[in-house]
C-alpha cells in the first residue's frame, strides 16, 4: 500500500469502506444501495447527488473485486503520470458523466415499454406515465466505478498505446490500444445485443466517452485546467534545471586569466553545451506538447544519455 499513490489508494479504501457498510446496514434493515445508488432521474427515489455517490456502491464481491483490481492496476501508472489532482478530477467527471449516459440510455428504455404498453403514447407523455410507475422505476439503480473505471483503462491506453500488456486467457500480450479498443467494442456489442443482465454498458461506454473528450482537450490545451504539473512533467522540469546548474558550473570554472588558446577552447565548449542544451529543450518541449511517444528513437536516446550524465 505504501507504493501506491495517495489517490488511487484512498478511493480503494474509500470503496471497500463502504461495501463493507452496505452489508453491516442491510442486517439491520437499511438499504445503502436505494439511498445512494443511482435511481432513473424520473423515479421518486431520484436524489441529484447520486450521480456522485452511486460510483462508490458495489452489488457483490465479484463487482467490486474486478473494479478495484483494475484501479490499482492502471489507475497507479495514469495517476503517476498525471499527478493526484488531475487523475482525482478525471475520474469524478467521468464517473458522473458515466451516470448521466446511464440515465439518457434508461430514457430511451422507458420509452420504449411505454410505447409497447400504451398505443399512442407521446415521448411528452412520459412525465404522467412515469408518476404511474413509481413502483417500477425505483427498482432502476445503477451501483458501482465501472463507468470511471473504463475511463483510466481508456486513458491507459491513450497514453501508452504501444504498451503490450497480457490479458488472460490470451496466450501473447498485445498493445494497450487494441486492448481498449476491443474492451470498447464488446460493451458496445453488448448494449446492443442482451437486455436485461443487469450490467450498464452504456454507463461503461459513457465513462469512456467522456474521458476521451477530457484527454483530447487536455492534449489540445495542455498548459490549460489549473491541474498542477504531473509527475511526469516535474521529471522533465527536474532534468531541465540539473543541465541548466551543471552548464553553469561549468561556465564558473573559468576566468580572464586563461590563455587565448584556452578562451577559445572554452568558448567552443560552451557553445557545443548550449547547442545541446537547446536540443534537449526542444526535445522537452516536445513532449509537453504531444506527449513522450510522440519522440523519436534518436530523441529518446538523447534524453536518456542526458539523464546519466
Known amino acids: 500500500m ?3 499513490p495517495t489517490i488511487t489508494k484512498n478511493l480503494l479504501i474509500i470503496n471497500v469502506l463502504v461495501f463493507i457498510a452496505t452489508f ?8 445503502l444501495d436505494n439511498m445512494f445508488g443511482l435511481h432513473f432521474f424520473l423515479a421518486s427515489d431520484f436524489r441529484i447527488y447520486q450521480l456522485f455517490t452511486y460510483m462508490f456502491m458495489h452489488a457483490n464481491i465479484e463487482h467490486i473485486f474486478f473494479n478495484m483490481f483494475a484501479l490499482w492496476m492502471f489507475g497507479c501508472v495514469v495517476e503517476n503520470v498525471w499527478g493526484p489532482k488531475k487523475f482525482l478530477f478525471y475520474y469524478i467527471s467521468c464517473g458522473v458523466g458515466a451516470g448521466i449516459i446511464q440515465e439518457i440510455a434508461q430514457l430511451g428504455s422507458f420509452y420504449m415499454l411505454a410505447t409497447q404498453q400504451i398505443p399512442g403514447v407521446g415521448f411528452g407523455d412520459l412525465a404522467a406515465v412515469a408518476a404511474n410507475s413509481q413502483a417500477l422505476l425505483n427498482q432502476w439503480t445503477t451501483v458501482g466505478a465501472s463507468g470511471a473505471i473504463y475511463a483510466i483503462l481508456l486513458a491507459f491506453g491513450m497514453i501508452f498505446p504501444e504498451e503490450r500488456i497480457f490479458i488472460f486467457p490470451l496466450p501473447v ?10 474492451y470498447a467494442a464488446i460493451e458496445l456489442f453488448s ?5 436485461n443482465d443487469s450490467v450498464a454498458h452504456f454507463a461503461h461506454l459513457g465513462g469512456m466517452l467522456f474521458g476521451f473528450l477530457m484527454i483530447r482537450y487536455w492534449q489540445k490545451n495542455p498548459n490549460g485546467g489549473g ?24 561556465s564558473d570554472r573559468f576566468n580572464d586569466r586563461s590563455t587565448p588558446d584556452d578562451r577559445r577552447s572554452d568558448w567552443e565548449y560552451n557553445a557545443r553545451k548550449k547547442a545541446e542544451q537547446d536540443e534537449i529543450d526542444q526535445i522537452l518541449d516536445k513532449i509537453r506538447r504531444s506527449g513522450y511517444d510522440s519522440l523519436t528513437a534518436e530523441e529518446k536516446r538523447k534524453l536518456f544519455e542526458n539523464d546519466k550524465k
Open 2 to 4: 505504501r507504493t501506491i
Open 24 to 31: 453491516v446496514f442491510e442486517r439491520i434493515g437499511v438499504s
Open 173 to 182: 500480450p498485445i498493445k494497450a490500444k487494441w486492448f481498449v479498443c476491443g
Open 191 to 195: 448494449a446492443l445485443a442482451t437486455t
Open 227 to 250: 491541474y498542477g504539473q504531473s509527475k511526469g512533467q516535474q521529471f522533465f522540469d527536474k532534468l531541465r534545471n540539473n543541465w541548466e546548474k551543471r552548464s553553469n558550473k561549468s
